[in-house]
């Protein structure tokens, strides 16, 4: 089985990730030019890089996940949180193998993420578990991640055309605590879950 991996803090989901997860899970990958068969979203749960950023509760961002998440071929995993300390991608990847030993695995990366990659903990060790995959997450980001791929050709990582998504989770928890309508941001069930945990004010 052809699984795709994209994880993220998802605090909160929104109309932007939907998009782009709708497209990961339609675009054909090599070599064979098929689509993946599941899209594994993975929230994080404690990431490296975290600083004072304001973070929901793993469940809550779980939950809202699953309210939002309309694919048939995504499943929302909480593996990340059934680890113990920092949620290296490495370590991630091992535990999926260790599930799901027959599938062949594709990392889902944007370009910001992408660019830094070879800092990333054990990166080396990554691309024999998966297939990196990156894609742009804005217009400006193109040539940079195009140059990235061809300095680092023997990397082996692919990349795809997919449409960028301009949406910001900080700002839709700022307009929370401003008491402003999100409801364009996000879908109505993740908006009332908002509400009615008072998440973000």
Not at 105 to 126: H, N, P, R, V
Not at 143 to 149: G, I, N, P, S
Request: glycine share 6%; hydrophobic share 40%; aromatic share 10%.
């Amino acid at each position: 089985m052809k699984t795709g991996i994209f994880g993220g803090a998802f605090n909160p989901v929104h109309n932007g990730h939907l998009h782009l997860i709708d497209e990961l899970s339609r675009i054909p990958m090599y070599p064979a030019m098929q689509s993946i068969d599941r899209l594994l979203i993975i929230p994080t749960a404690n990431p490296p890089h975290r600083t004072g950023a304001e973070f929901a509760d793993g469940e809550d961002r779980i939950n809202m996940l699953r309210l939002a998440l309309t694919n048939p071929k995504c499943e929302v995993s909480d593996i990340e949180f059934n680890l113990k300390g920092k949620s290296y991608t490495y370590h991630t990847l091992k535990a999926l193998k260790k599930l799901y030993p027959d599938d062949e695995f594709y990392l889902f990366m944007g370009s910001d993420q992408l660019l830094a990659f070879k800092t990333w903990y054990k990166y080396e060790k990554i691309l024999k578990l998966a297939q990196v995959v990156g894609f742009s997450r804005s217009k400006d980001d193109n040539e940079a991640m195009r140059q990235f791929l061809i300095e680092n050709e023997s990397l082996g990582i692919q990349a795809i055309v997919a449409s960028p998504y301009e949406m910001s989770s900080t700002k839709i928890r700022e307009a929370v605590r401003n008491g402003e309508d999100i409801s364009k941001y996000v879908p109505e069930a993740v908006a009332e879950y908002i509400k009615e945990h008072g998440l973000y004010v």
